[in-house]
C-alpha cells in the first residue's frame, strides 16, 4: 500500500487493509471507483470522474488495473 503524506500531515491512500488506516487518526473513506461486470461476464472499472477501464476477463485484473490508475492520476498526480 502506498502512503502519500503532505506537509500539513495528511495522509491519502488507495484503501487496502495492510495497514490499520484508523491507527494514524480519524479516516474519510471516499468511493473512487466501482469494479463491475457486464451482461457478458467481462469486468470494467469504472472510475468516479474518470475513464472505464476493461474490458478484463478476470475480476482480479480489473482490480489491478484500478489500482494502477488511481495511484498514477489520484494518489501521485504529479511525476515521482
Request: proline content about 9%; cysteine-free.
Amino acid at each position: 500500500m502506498d502512503l502519500l503524506i503532505a506537509p500539513d500531515g495528511t495522509a491519502t491512500a488507495i484503501y487496502g487493509e495492510s495497514i490499520d488506516l484508523h491507527a494514524l487518526g480519524a479516516v474519510s473513506i471516499t468511493r473512487a471507483s466501482h469494479v463491475e461486470p457486464d451482461d457478458f461476464g467481462q469486468w470494467f472499472a469504472e472510475i468516479v470522474d474518470g475513464p472505464t477501464l476493461g474490458p478484463f476477463p478476470r475480476r482480479s485484473e480489473a482490480l489491478a488495473a484500478e489500482v494502477v490508475w488511481l495511484t498514477e492520476h489520484r494518489l501521485f498526480p504529479f511525476p515521482h
